[in-house]
């Protein structure tokens, strides 16, 4: 371990870390589409949680970048990192993580902005979750070719329950139909805001 560079520890452990978190982003976010947990979790605390993952998987993310431009084994420059394909290191492999970079940038803005956005908020949001769902089996090839240490066995058993708990849920998705929204009465719309907590979950059920 002590012939082994910092960085290198660092931009494996970073990576790994942003992996996995967004592994659970994806987890979240469909256990929030198909309800499977019923009462046991309300669907603000679902969205809450979804959301504060995918901003902890994007911090570990701009790490694990930032960390690539000063590790003194490969000088990676920033068009090499952003760019697919320009890496002097395992382009293709580089270039499957840039790509998945690039797919969960349009929902990270869009979030932010959606507020702003009025009624067109929702319909934008939905768009951009679209986009964002390729960026997790893209992420894992580049976890997968990229890692040096990704056939080791506690590597291989995290790909596997990942992968089982995505899979799993996604074909959960397809055989339980999401919850119908509940209907407020007439009386009571006007007091729940467009852009309200509640409002927000329920709309993200049908993404």
């Known amino acids: 371990m002590a012939d082994i560079p910092w960085t290198w520890l660092a931009i494996r452990g970073s990576g790994i870390t942003a992996w996995a978190l967004l592994t659970a982003v994806v987890v979240w976010g469909l256990l929030l589409r198909t309800r499977l947990l019923g009462k046991w979790a309300a669907p603000v605390a679902l969205l809450d949680?979804?959301?504060w993952l995918g901003a902890l998987a994007l911090t570990f993310l701009g790490v694990h970048l930032g960390l690539l431009l000063v590790d003194p084994?490969?000088?990676?420059t920033v068009a090499q990192i952003l760019v697919p394909g320009l890496a002097p290191w395992q382009t293709v492999a580089v270039g499957l993580g840039s790509i998945a970079?690039?797919?969960?940038?349009?929902?990270?803005?869009?979030?932010r902005l959606r507020q702003r956005m009025g009624t067109r908020g929702n319909a934008w949001f939905k768009r951009a979750h679209l986009?964002?769902?390729?960026?997790?089996?893209i992420a894992t090839m580049h976890y997968v070719l990229a890692g040096t240490d990704a056939l080791a066995q506690w590597s291989i058993a995290m790909l596997v329950a990942g992968a089982a708990l995505v899979v799993t849920l996604l074909l959960a998705r397809g055989f339980v139909p999401a919850p119908a929204p509940q209907r407020t009465p007439r009386t009571q719309e006007s007091a729940v805001p467009v852009n309200s907590p509640e409002s927000t979950a329920s709309a993200a059920v049908s993404v």
């Open 101 to 111: 970079f690039w797919l969960l940038i349009p929902v990270a803005v869009v979030g």
């Open 131 to 137: 986009i964002a769902y390729a960026a997790w089996p």
């Open 73 to 76: 084994a490969v000088h990676f």
């Open 49 to 51: 949680m979804h959301r």
